[in-house]
């Protein structure tokens, strides 16, 4: 795992990475301020040298995690083959979900816990939020299939909450209230997750070994992508994921997060840190915490509980979005829960690195919003006299190269390090080149419709607008072009408004306007696109993951339990029609 430091060197190390990202976006600010503002800098040059100092901070702290990763040496834990020692129940919440899907996942996992001879030690607990009728029949129907798999009786549990409390988080803390008192530890995961019984095994040894650890969080791995956009995600996951958290781990020490799924907690630490309150006033400022696993994470750490990741553990896998209009509806949710926390920045007792995480977290979306002043700002200062003549010219092509020389040197030294240490070769070898470089261009076409997206998620959050808790539609694949523009429209025009204003007013300054707002013009094609092609012989050799190359083998149990239910699907309705006939 990677190298744990102690209380002391996290916060050096902290400080240090914090005083780095500081200082380069302060000097990139007093160097932008000099260059358009020259020795007498009006309003609108103090307020873009602001905003990219803000946002700067960000991209360059976030560069910095992912270095870290890249460079960070890393030791393997020597393989634990005790017998457990606590019972643990693995809980998976659904709703709404494809029962069959859904419950051969778990079908996987138990027939590997069994093959493991310790299912004594592990439970399934499927906590069903689900408010479709339709839905919940087929998880009734789903769960009968279920409880005949192998020491499945007294093992695997399903119930439904008529009354969805709290979502998710209301979920488990009504099961942890109501029988959590069973068990020691508690995996949790989500719907689409699929884990290694290895890997869990590993996680309730380590919680065996450290009754001071509160929760242990895996770092997941995409997988069963099958559009463009989808496999690029899975590749991004599978390749760059382990070195940013490697990196995060690092400066988090026992501070880390929790990302909600694919983790184990101390059902005991659980119990008495984690109650979530709920906000006064109405969504989405007040009312139930949609992002309720940073609060916990804070919330153990306050009770001085150790919260920790482990990039190195593998076997942890979920399935991610399929195209840019999915990706937005979760990211929309994700967008008012995060800023939620601006209301528990100052509770009580929090540790220091609790409280950073809540900014950071407000931050992954207000820098959407923040980016797009700085254009407006820039769009209009170019426009009055005087305000900076030729130097002006060349200042958007300064900002634009330090932003993408952010944002890439960590992916570059992370395949660096891939070459050095072997992970290259799980990925096809000499394959990393065009596929590192069609992910950033491809990434680079879609950020300024997920600008779009994550801007418009916070103004109708600033306006008072409850986005709620859609289901996720985790097949949603394929996007008509009618549908991806009804859902982008409003990118189109703003875009379009934008290059016709600069055109007519300043059109000196039309070209460095283009590599954002010509994918934004194009947004409903960037849609479609995406969000097909990903089964064809390009994409699956470019995005070619070790997931697929040599499957884990929980996947290929999974994979295969699946078709057989499937197939065997019609005669069950054949059988459920005729017994509805004689009845």
Known sequence: ????????????????????????????????????GGNRPGFLDWVRTILLVLTGFWLVWGGTIGLLGALSPVTRRRQDLSRPEGKTTVLVPIYNEDPVETFSRIAAMNRQIVASGYAEFFHFAILSDTTSLEIAAEEASEFERLIVEPEASGRIFYRRRERNVGRKAGNIEDFIARSGAAYDYAIILDADSLMEADTMLAMVRRMDADPKLGLLQTVPVVIAARTLFGRMMAYSSAYFSRYFARGAALLQGEDGPYWGHNAIVRVRAFASCCGLPVLSGKPPYGGHILSHDYVEAALLARGGWKVEVDPELGGSFEQGPENLIEYAKRDRRWCQGNLQHRRLIAAPGLKFWSRFTFVQGIMAYIASPLWLTLMAASLIASLIPDN?????????????????????????????????????????????????????????????????????????????????????????????????????????????????????????????????AGPALLAPFVIWATARGGERPVSTWLFSVPSERAPSPIITEANAILTSWRASEPRMMSTLAEVAVHA
């Open 1 to 36: 795992m990677t190298n744990r430091l102690t209380t002391w060197q996290a916060g050096g190390l902290r400080f240090l990475t914090l005083g780095f990202a500081a200082a380069v976006s302060l000097t990139a600010g007093i160097a932008f301020l000099d260059l358009i």
């Open 388 to 516: 900076g003549g030729e130097r002006w010219g060349a200042t958007p092509w300064i900002i634009g190269g330090g932003v993408m020389a952010t944002l890439l040197l960590p992916k570059f030294a992370i395949a660096l390090r891939g070459a050095i240490d072997g992970n290259n070769a799980k990925f096809g070898g000499w394959r990393i080149a065009p596929a590192v470089l069609s992910e950033i261009v491809i990434s680079t076409i879609i950020a300024p419709v997920l600008l779009g997206f994550q801007s418009r998620a916070v103004f109708q959050i600033l306006f008072g607008m409850d986005g709620g808790w859609p289901a996720t539609e985790r097949d949603a694949k394929a996007v008509s072009p009618k549908t991806a523009f009804a859902a982008s429209w409003w990118i189109v025009l703003t875009a379009f408004a934008a290059l016709v204003f600069m055109a007519y007013a300043g059109p000196d300054f039309l070209p460095w306007l283009l590599p954002v």
